[in-house]
């Protein structure tokens, strides 16, 4: 069975500019969770997306904001980038709702 | 404010040795306490524990939960250098009507051969 799939895998961006990154889950899964990585705060919940419906949302500013498809597969979008979104973002995928997560490879995302 | 601290921040050990780490958690509305193993890649999952003194196992790694106490520890025996990773902690808790993971900073192992 094939894992959950990031793309692109390297982004770069200039500050102000907006980026879309794409989650594609394991095949079967419904719900879909996003992640930022940093060093300086580890590992922050972003959202959390099942059936088309987000679910679950962490702190994050309304600049990030994502959506799921009928397929499962899920976008994530920030606007006006930021010098501090400079980091690894990590897609989730689980079978259901709240249940047990497998990590995509991540995109990092560098913003010049 | 919802926290998960985790200790030690690193370790390093030789082959063989048991190492402990620990993970306490405050936050608002418990619902469960995951594990994961974090190397070069993504996290992997390892433990999630709902219930206070039940212990879970796979292999050499067990987990177990302590709601009353607020901590949760995962224990490695018989370290290997493949045990070498980043361990986090997660916290799901359940915040005006919507649920969120709060992770803590991780545990970094380095097992020496």
């Known amino acids: 069975k094939a894992g959950v799939t990031q793309t692109p895998r390297y982004l770069i961006k200039t500050r102000g500019q907006q980026v879309t990154l794409s989650c594609s889950p394991i095949?079967?899964?419904?719900?879909v969770s996003w992640y930022q990585q940093t060093p300086g705060q580890g590992l922050q919940f972003l959202f959390e997306?099942?059936?088309?419906?987000?679910?679950n949302k962490g702190n994050f500013p309304g600049r990030f904001s994502g959506r799921q498809f009928s397929n499962s597969r899920s976008e994530m979008n920030v606007s006006t980038l930021e010098l501090g979104d400079s980091a690894l973002y990590l897609c989730?995928?689980?079978?259901?709702?709240?249940?047990?997560?497998?990590f995509g490879p991540g995109t990092r995302l560098t913003v010049t | 404010e919802d926290k998960v601290v985790q200790s030690p921040l690193s370790l390093v050990v030789h082959e063989g040795d048991t190492v402990t780490l620990n993970c306490s958690y405050e936050?608002?509305?418990?619902?469960?306490l995951l594990w994961y193993k974090q190397e070069k890649k993504a996290p992997t999952f390892l433990f999630m524990l709902?219930?206070?003194?039940i212990e879970k196992k796979s292999g050499r790694l067990s987990s177990i939960l302590d709601k009353k106490e607020l901590f949760s520890i995962l224990n490695i025996t018989a370290t290997q250098t493949g045990d070498s990773a980043i361990y986090l902690c997660?916290?799901?808790?359940?915040?005006?009507?919507?649920?969120?993971?709060?992770f803590g900073t991780g545990t970094r192992l380095k097992v020496l051969a």
């Open positions: 989730a995928s689980s079978l259901g709702y709240r249940a047990e997560q497998y």
């Open positions: 997660a916290v799901e808790a359940y915040t005006s009507g919507t649920y969120k993971y709060i």
């Open positions: 095949s079967g899964h419904r719900s």
């Open positions: 936050v608002t509305n418990f619902r469960s």
């Open positions: 997306y099942f059936s088309e419906t987000q679910r």
């Open positions: 709902t219930s206070s003194g």
